[in-house]
């Protein structure tokens, strides 16, 4: 049961990631959370952020926001970057990966999600049977149930994470 905390790839940002090489490899549909996974968690989507989903575009991936947050968070960055979004999105559970995946006519196995969470996206996606890219968040945000879970994350990153999560040297 515990490999459904694991993802399929782990990488240092959501800008690393090589779209053309998973378009390449046919996939077509791209789902993402947004805080801490494209941008800050609460802030608006950036110049980097657009761009990002531009380019997503001209390759020909259908793309969506599934997020846990409320709507007029999930809005405010859709606003920016034009793709279609859930909200309240109640992850991990998997029903909303899958209506997301029936609205951009895509499925388990040409279908990619990208987060920063491991109990919520990496979990929901990997219960859906979706290749799932985690990437580290970009801000470790402050409140103490936030702390709390980030440190319960730590035994499912690479191990070399897992050192500098702990202040240790190898």
């Known amino acids: 049961m515990l490999e459904k905390f694991y993802p399929g790839e782990y990488v240092d940002s959501t800008y690393e990631i090589d779209f053309d090489r998973l378009y390449e ?8 959370d947004i805080d801490n996974t494209l941008v800050r968690h609460g802030a608006p989507a950036d110049e980097r952020a657009c761009a990002l989903f531009a380019h997503l575009k001209e390759l020909g991936f259908s793309c969506m926001l599934l997020s846990n ?7 405010m960055f859709h606003d920016a970057v034009h793709v279609s979004y859930i909200y309240k999105a ?3 559970n998997p029903a909303n990966y899958r209506k997301a995946m029936e609205q951009m006519g ?3 196995t040409n279908t990619v999600f990208v987060g920063d969470q491991i109990f919520t996206d990496v979990l929901g996606a990997n219960l859906k049977r979706l290749k799932c890219i985690f990437v580290f968040p970009i801000a470790h945000e402050q409140t103490r149930f936030f702390r709390f879970k980030r440190r319960m994350e730590v035994p499912f990153l690479p191990r070399e994470i897992y050192q500098e999560e702990k202040g240790t040297q190898s």
């Open 25 to 32: 490899e046919g996939y077509r549909g791209v789902l993402f």
């Open 69 to 75: 947050n409320k709507e007029p968070r999930v809005k």
């Open 90 to 92: 109640r992850k991990p």
């Open 106 to 108: 895509t499925d388990v």
